[in-house]
């Protein structure tokens, strides 16, 4: 395992990795990295997955295990995200543009990854953040719990 990650990184990483691993097999197969990227409306052409796979898949498996997952994600703990990113991020949850992510949008894009989240899972991650107690989650809010989330 990477030696710089603590084990609540290495844990979030293992809990983002079996969301990838749709199978429980141990591995995120090419299909499963197309439907993790359709999930987050990622138009994603073969090549462009097949040359990712290649990137992340180390020994030639075709698929990548979680030793490969962390190799590749570990660096992504210690550093900043642009604004660029940041500000895609938020267009991912902000489906309708207003500026703020609302309950519905969040349960959206949150069931997509996993789906027996409830409306009360959701409730409790906007109260988490919510500043300013609007029930919605505006695009300060949402940068500051990503910086925030990095910088822990």
Do not use: W
């Not at 180390?58 to 210690?78: L, R, T």
């Not at 489906?95 to 990854?113: H, T, W």
């Amino acid at each position: 395992m990477n030696q710089r990650l603590n084990q609540r990184q290495l844990k979030e990483l293992k809990d983002c990795f079996n969301l990838f691993d749709g199978d429980n097999s141990g591995s995120i197969s090419v299909k499963e990295l197309k439907k993790v990227c359709e999930s987050l409306s990622i138009n994603v052409r073969e090549r462009e997955l097949n040359e990712l796979m290649k990137l992340m898949d180390n020994d030639g498996s075709g698929c990548v295990d979680f030793q490969e997952f962390v190799d590749v994600m570990a660096d992504q703990f210690f550093r900043e995200p642009t604004p660029a990113e940041l500000e895609a991020a938020f267009d991912t949850f902000d489906q309708d543009k207003s500026g703020y992510i609302s309950e519905e949008e969040l349960l959206v894009v949150m069931s997509r990854f996993k789906g027996n989240i409830t409306k009360s899972d959701v409730q409790k991650m906007i109260s988490a953040v919510d500043k300013d107690k609007d029930n919605r989650i505006n695009k300060k809010e949402f940068i500051n719990i990503v910086l925030n989330h990095n910088k822990n």
